[in-house]
């Protein structure tokens, strides 16, 4: 399937699971690359911006929230941000990330469902 021509950054400090959405989000024809820490994409998004970035929000160092913030501040509703937690959805930091992001998914993950998000873009 040739790439859509979306951008997609997967951002968890699970190795596994980063590396293996991001190659499911490849077989669905999107351009997808895994980093397992908010720092790293934050530096790489100086020089690509990525369409959409799905992110853990219980990540060790920076946290979803303060990736999310980061991305918000930086590109403002011009990048779909998507969140994705394995965490109880009653936390706080949790509750507010949900209120940034323009998605959120809470582990295990609707593949349907992300499909049709990015399906309308």
């Not at 369409?51 to 913030?69: H, Q």
């Not at 991305?71 to 403002?76: E, I, L, N, V, W």
């Not at 011009?78 to 965490?87: E, R």
């Amino acid at each position: 399937m040739e790439p859509s021509g979306f951008q997609i950054y997967v951002v968890d400090d699970d190795r596994d699971t980063a590396d293996a959405l991001a190659a499911t989000l490849e077989g669905m024809g999107h351009r997808a690359v895994a980093y397992y820490d908010g720092a790293s994409v934050l530096e790489v998004t100086q020089r690509v911006k990525p369409d959409c970035v799905l992110l853990d929000i219980a990540m060790e160092g920076m946290d979803g929230l303060t990736l999310a913030s980061a991305m918000r501040a930086k590109f403002g509703d011009d990048v779909v941000l998507i969140a994705i937690t394995g965490v109880r959805t009653d936390d706080r930091r949790v509750q507010t990330t949900f209120q940034l992001v323009d998605h959120y998914f809470v582990k295990p993950l609707d593949m349907p469902r992300l499909e049709a998000i990015l399906a309308i873009g």
